[in-house]
C-alpha cells in the first residue's frame, strides 16, 4: 500500500522558513516525479516545484529563488525548503507522485504565515 505523509508545516512569521517533507511508504519516490502543490483557502490547487526521477528541478515562477526542492534517497523523502515566506504563501501543501492514471497524494501539510 502506497502512503505519502507530509509534515513540516505550522505557522511562521513573514520571512520566516519552513522545511516540509514528504515521506512515503511502499513506492520508492526516486523512480518517479515527484510535485509539490498548494492550496489556499478559496483558491484552486498549483503546482509548486517538482523533481524528476533523473534528480532534475523545477519551480514555478512565485517558488523561485525561495522554494528548493530535494530528495534524500536513503530516507525515501522529498523536501521542500521555503525561505522568506510570504502571507501569501498560506495553504495547505502537498505531494503528489506515480505516473500516467496512478498517482498517489499524501494528506497535506498547512502551512499559515502571518505575524
Known amino acids: 500500500q502506497v502512503q505519502l505523509v507530509e509534515s513540516g508545516g505550522g505557522l511562521v512569521q513573514p520571512g520566516g522558513s519552513l522545511r516540509l517533507s514528504c515521506a512515503a511508504s511502499g513506492i520508492t519516490l526516486s523512480m518517479y516525479t515527484v510535485t509539490w502543490y498548494r492550496q489556499a483557502p478559496g483558491r484552486q490547487r498549483e503546482m509548486v516545484a517538482w523533481?524528476?526521477?533523473?534528480?532534475?528541478?523545477n519551480y514555478v515562477d512565485f517558488a523561485k529563488g525561495r522554494f528548493t526542492i530535494s530528495r534524500d534517497n536513503a530516507k525515501n523523502t522529498v523536501y521542500l525548503q521555503m525561505n522568506n515566506l510570504k502571507p501569501d504563501d498560506t495553504a495547505v501543501y502537498s505531494c503528489?507522485?506515480?505516473?500516467?492514471?496512478?498517482?498517489?497524494w499524501g494528506q497535506g501539510t498547512q502551512v499559515t504565515v502571518s505575524s
Open positions: 523533481i524528476a526521477r533523473l534528480g532534475n528541478t
Open positions: 503528489n507522485t506515480g505516473l500516467g492514471h496512478t498517482t498517489y
